[in-house]
């Protein structure tokens, strides 16, 4: 039987997979939860923006690798 995590938990996997890949079992209870539960879909796309952003800043900070 199937139990449905808590959004504690979702919201440590949707930060998990954005540093290191989930196990089989994480990614298919994270894709469960977040087909049931609208606020933890709305905190996965933060989480995704707030990375992205992150990533952009590094690169902009990082010194061109085809300069050198």
Do not use: N
């Not at 997979?17 to 709305?42: I, K, N, Q, V, Y």
Request: contains cysteine; charged residues 30%.
């Amino acid at each position: 039987m199937i139990q449905m995590m808590m959004c504690k938990q979702a919201t440590r996997l949707m930060s998990k997979r954005l540093d290191a890949p989930l196990s089989l079992r994480e990614r298919f209870s994270l894709r469960f939860h977040l087909g049931m539960c609208g606020a933890c879909r709305h905190c996965d796309r933060q989480f995704e923006l707030l990375h992205l952003a992150g990533q952009r800043y590094r690169d902009r900070l990082a010194p061109d690798d085809d300069a050198r």
